[in-house]
């Protein structure tokens, strides 16, 4: 087992998770990063996430997330037309070391933020130029 030279998650109880804790910890070399993701930690994240201001606050939390954590986000509109924010496709790449829970809370706590302040959701989607002006491009 790999010497690990901070505090990491415990483990999760038998048959409830399939974050593969154990195997990361025993492969050599392995991205130990979300790890340091405690409990205690997670429920900051959750509460940072749910209150997000802006889409610059969100790209900017996805950007920590993926530095200090490796925790990767895809956040792209779905495959249909979006009339609320369940239109909007949330997900954490999936990863050894990482909870169920955790990837199930981390989407849900960007979407009560959507919720909360719509203007996230409208600002991601001009992000293509959706409320562009007809002849405008979407870096005008």
Do not use: Y
């Not at 154990?22 to 996430?49: C, F, H, M, N, Y």
């Not at 792209?76 to 924010?85: A, F």
């Not at 990837?103 to 600002?123: F, H, Y």
């Amino acid at each position: 087992m790999n010497a690990v030279p901070f505090a990491i998650r415990t483990e999760c109880p038998p048959g409830a998770c399939v974050c593969q804790r154990d195997t990361l910890l025993q492969t050599p070399g392995a991205d130990l990063r979300v790890l340091q993701l405690t409990s205690a930690q997670e429920k900051v994240l959750i509460q940072r996430l749910e209150s997000l201001s802006s889409l610059a606050d969100l790209r900017h939390m996805q950007h920590r997330m993926e530095q200090q954590l490796g925790i990767r986000l895809a956040i792209e509109t779905g495959p249909r037309e979006v009339r609320t924010v369940r239109g909007l496709t949330v997900l954490v790449l999936e990863q050894p070391g990482l909870c169920r829970k955790t990837q199930q809370s981390i989407p849900a706590a960007i979407r009560r933020s959507m919720d909360r302040c719509p203007e996230i959701a409208w600002a991601l989607l001009d992000e293509t130029g959706l409320f562009a002006e007809p002849g405008e491009s979407a870096t005008d």
